[in-house]
């Protein structure tokens, strides 16, 4: 990783692992997505049956139903869409820990680097799933983000995390640990 400042020193690399996960963060949309999607579906195949087994004229047989299939789109979405961009994402996605920051590189057209210093750090947390495949999540002071916020730099805020990292529980100890090392190497920075 040639993103690496004179003396640093690289602990762990590594990309999202690929494929379509649903991580526990999706929940919240579960409820929500499961009622419009449900209504969704239904209203669809009721216009469908109404139309069909009535004496509706062709023209509404076929596109009256079709006017459903848009809002089961969004259900759909709303459900896997987290997910989904996930997914896509992670195949542009490389990730970092050095001895004095996490770094992550997304290459999609342009290449832009965010990187966070591990003193900044105020917590970190693991959501490992059973096959050792996990997400490290971690927030950044108020200061921090209104200084993202005045540089323009909303992307960064989207990415405070680590995700579908394989042996995450690992990688969450070298996180841990090198966070531990600078934070006693500088001390904590004020918040």
């Known amino acids: 990783m040639h993103d690496l400042t004179s003396g640093e020193r690289l602990l762990w690399t590594g990309r999202p692992v690929p494929g379509f996960r649903l991580a526990k963060a999706d929940r919240k949309n579960w409820a929500g997505g499961c009622v419009f999607t449900g209504f969704a579906l239904f209203w669809t195949g009721a216009a469908f049956l109404i139309t069909w087994a009535g004496d509706a004229p062709p023209f509404f047989r076929f596109v009256f139903p079709l006017f459903g299939l848009p809002f089961v789109a969004v259900g759909l979405m709303v459900l896997f869409g987290s997910a989904f961009r996930r997914s896509k994402n992670g195949q542009h996605t490389a990730y970092a820990i050095t001895e004095r920051r996490i770094i992550i590189v997304v290459e999609k057209g342009s290449r832009e680097v965010t990187s966070f210093n591990l003193e900044r750090l105020e917590s970190t947390d693991l959501q490992e799933g059973s096959d050792g495949v996990g997400t490290i999540t971690f927030t950044i002071s108020r200061r921090d983000q209104d200084r993202l916020i005045q540089q323009q730099r909303l992307d960064a805020l989207s990415r405070l995390s680590l995700e579908s ?15 531990a090392r600078r934070v006693a190497e500088v001390g904590e920075i004020d918040p």
Request: aromatic residues 6%; hydrophobic residues 60%.
């Open 165 to 179: 990292v394989a042996e995450a529980a690992s990688v969450y100890a070298t996180l841990e640990a090198a966070k």
